[in-house]
Structure formats: structure tokens, C-alpha cells
């Protein structure tokens, strides 16, 4: 069900990403026009992250990704009814609000229901579905797009929305309420909760301390330098392709390979740290192996820039998105790991909020610069490239420095790894 959600999530945004350039070529937008619109998302997102992470340890998990489901499914439909940049600057706004309920919510529910050794398979598979709704929705929304025009393509999201939100209240309870859950595997996951932590497995503390945590800045420093890159990816590369002088119904293929690649990097990054801890290795290790290994991987972006062929750059991005996606598993994994139960949501929204101005601050400066190189043929993102291979490996370096045992570990504030 959290995949299923994460897929629709991303095929609502990617609606934008796929159709922008041809509601740049209609509404006259420019690249810096497009950056602010995508602002405007980021805006919400980022504040969204860390109010909806904390809404949702207090409201729980089932209602809060119900109301955030039910909420982002109506704007999603209400965007056909747009006129103008204001109004999509506004509707992108309030998706946003609705749609940063996700990550906080479904890493909240992976800590309610997996031991330590399944989460960050479970987590893989769940932010997996990023990577299968960035695939998937070129192949949804290109045909009715291309048949009946942008309007109806943006409720197509909006009505999956809806059918998911049907099922999640059917089938989603906490461990401790759920019929169909034996008494063995209850006991196996309820007595985690409390190992090593003070308190108990609901305890809530403020944000100011989780702030004095150096694990909390390691877990925000995770997402605020990967998820800027994946958001270029996402929300820039059918323009990036088009800069290179490759047209996308040729190079569909070149869409299509980073977000399968970035699916298998996911469940490798979930798969190979859990047989790590099967192996042995203590928890902080597999962890950072990942991390290590996706830091080093997304360096791949930059030779992209000597080439215009459109299967190379598709190859290298393919690379580099798995290797994020190895990253991006640890880095949504590291609050369930870390914390108790009642700070697990606040503690990813906070980390997802680093990401959110993260990525304005990306997207404010990749709508300038690539105005600006626009007479550099097939080069005019080169810069923002390199810079995107980079940033992630900083990210792995603070990690490997502050997620670590300190004594607020010996004094029960967060878990050992």
C-alpha cells in the first residue's frame, strides 16, 4: 500500500515535468518562469514536511496519510480547471501541501510494523515506487496528453488517488489492533519498540532537541543532499534532453531507464544492508556501506556531459540513479533506525524539509543558469551537472561524521547503530 501510494504521488508530479515543455511553448513560460513554478511546489513541500511529519505522530498513521491522500487527489483534479501561471504557481502550491505527508507517514508506518533487520527492504520497497511512478507515467499521461490535450491528463492521478485511499481504510491498522496479524509476529514486532530507548515507544520529543542531536543533522544532511539531484532528474529531464537536441518521443527510452534504474538501486540499497546484518555487520556499518557506495555512484552525472547520445546519457543516468537509489533507501531508513516511535515521522519530515530547500535553492539557480548557457548548444547544463555529481558525495561525507553513537545514545535519547 505504501508503494502503491509513492507511485501515484509521482506520477501526479511527474504530470507537470512531462507536459511542461509543451506548456512552456503555449503559455510562453521561460526556464526561470518554470524553476518558479516548480518554487512554488517546493515551497509547501518543504513546510509540509516537517508540519505533516509532526501532525502525523500525533493524528497516527492510517488518518494522516488519509487526509493527505484525499487532499492532493482533489487538487490534482481541480488542476484541469487552471488558467494561467498564477493559477498553476497556486495548484502546484497546495498539491505540494497535501503530497509532503508521504515520506513522514510511510517511514512511520515501516518503523510501526518492521523489526530493524526487514526496514530498510521495506523501506526500499516503498520509495521504490518514486522510481515505478516516474517510469510508469510517461506511458500514462503522454497518450491521453497527446489524444484529448493537458486537462484531462491531470485528473487521471486524482481518480488513482481515490481508489488507493478506498483500500488504505480497509486495510491499515497498527500491529497491536490488526485482525489478521498472529500472535507471534505481533509479539516479534511490538518488542522492539522499547529496546535501549527511554521511554516509551510513543515518546515525543520536542523539535528543539532532536535539533541537538548530531544524528538528526546526519539524517537531514542524507536527503537535503540526494533528493535535490533525484528532483532535477525528475522535474528537469525531458528539458535537459530537449537542451541536448534529443526530442522526447525519440528518446522516451532515455526517460524511462534513470527511474527503473533508480527502482533496482532502492531494493539493492534495502536488500544488500539487510544481508549485511544477517552477515553480522552491526547496524551503523551496513548502513554507511550503502551510503558510501551511492555517494561514490551518482558521480557518474558528469561524464554525461561529453555526450548528445541519447543511450549514453541514458546508461550514466541509469548508474547514477541506482546509486542514488542505494542512498536514498539508507537516508529514508535512518529516522526508523534511530528513533522511537513517537518522533519517527517529525524526525523524517525535518530531514524531508532540509531536502525541500535543498531543492528551491537547486531549482532557483538551474532556472538562471540554463537561461543564461541557452546559447551554449546541447551545454547549457553542463555546470548544473557536474554540481549534481557532486553534491551527493558531500552528503555521504557528513553522514559517515555524525551519524554515529555519541552519549545521547548511552542516554537512551536515540538507538545505537
Request: aromatic content about 14%; glycine content about 10%.
Amino acid at each position: 500500500m505504501l508503494f502503491a501510494s509513492t507511485v501515484i504521488n509521482y506520477i501526479d508530479r511527474q504530470t507537470l515535468a512531462l507536459l511542461a515543455p509543451y506548456l512552456k511553448d503555449s503559455y510562453r513560460w521561460t526556464n526561470a518562469d518554470y524553476a518558479n513554478l516548480l518554487i512554488s511546489f517546493r515551497v509547501a513541500y518543504t513546510v509540509g514536511q516537517t508540519v505533516c511529519g509532526r501532525l502525523i505522530d500525533r493524528v497516527g498513521t492510517r488518518r494522516g496519510l488519509s487526509l493527505s491522500v484525499f487532499w492532493y487527489s482533489v487538487v490534482s483534479i481541480a488542476t484541469s480547471f487552471v488558467r494561467g501561471f498564477s493559477g498553476f504557481v497556486m495548484i502546484r502550491f497546495l498539491l505540494a501541501a497535501g503530497e509532503s505527508a508521504n515520506w513522514p507517514g510511510a517511514t512511520k508506518a515501516v518503523s510501526e510494523w518492521f523489526p530493524k533487520r526487514e526496514r530498510a527492504l521495506a523501506t526500499a520497497l516503498f520509495d521504490s515506487g518514486s522510481s515505478m511512478g516516474g517510469a510508469i507515467a510517461p506511458f500514462l499521461i503522454l497518450p491521453v496528453y497527446f489524444r484529448w490535450g493537458w486537462r484531462p491528463a491531470f485528473v487521471l492521478p486524482g481518480i488513482l488517488g481515490f481508489v488507493w485511499l478506498w483500500a488504505w481504510r480497509r486495510m491499515y491498522y497498527l500491529p497491536r489492533e490488526h485482525s489478521r496479524i498472529d500472535p507471534a509476529e505481533r509479539q516479534m514486532i511490538l518488542g522492539e519498540e522499547t529496546i535501549g530507548m527511554a521511554g516509551s515507544a510513543e515518546t515525543r520529543f520536542p523539535w528543539s532537541a532532536l535539533l541537538r542531536l548530531p544524528q538528526t543533522w546526519g539524517t537531514i544532511a542524507a536527503k537535503a543532499l540526494t533528493d535535490p539531484v533525484w528532483f532535477f532528474i525528475t522535474d528537469w529531464f525531458p528539458i535537459y534532453l530537449l537542451a541536448k537536441g534529443i526530442s522526447l518521443k525519440s528518446g522516451l527510452i532515455a526517460i524511462w531507464i534513470p527511474f527503473i534504474a533508480a527502482d533496482l538501486g532502492n531494493f539493492f540499497g534495502g536488500a544488500a544492508s539487510g544481508y549485511l546484518i544477517k552477515r553480522g555487520w552491526p547496524l551503523g556499518a551496513a548502513r554507511k556501506a550503502l551510503v558510501v557506495f551511492g555517494g561514490i555512484g551518482v558521480t557518474l552525472l558528469i561524464p554525461t556531459i561529453f555526450t548528445a547520445n541519447p543511450l549514453v546519457i541514458a546508461l550514466l543516468f541509469g548508474l547514477a540513479t541506482f546509486s542514488y537509489g542505494a542512498f536514498s533507501t539508507i537516508a529514508n531508513v535512518l529516522p526508523s533506525d534511530l528513533y522511537a516511535g513517537g518522533s519517527v515521522a517529525s524526525v523524517s519530515g525535518l530531514s524531508g524539509t532540509g531536502a525541500g530547500i535543498g531543492t528551491i535553492i537547486a531549482f532557483k539557480l538551474i532556472g538562471h543558469f540554463s537561461d543564461a548557457n541557452r546559447a551554449l548548444s546541447g551545454h547549457s547544463f553542463d555546470k548544473i551537472i557536474v554540481v549534481a555529481g557532486l553534491v551527493p558525495f558531500v552528503g555521504m561525507i557528513l553522514v559517515l561524521l555524525l551519524v554515529r553513537n555519541t552519549r545521547a545514545t548511552e542516554e537512551g535519547l536515540v538507538r545505537a547503530i
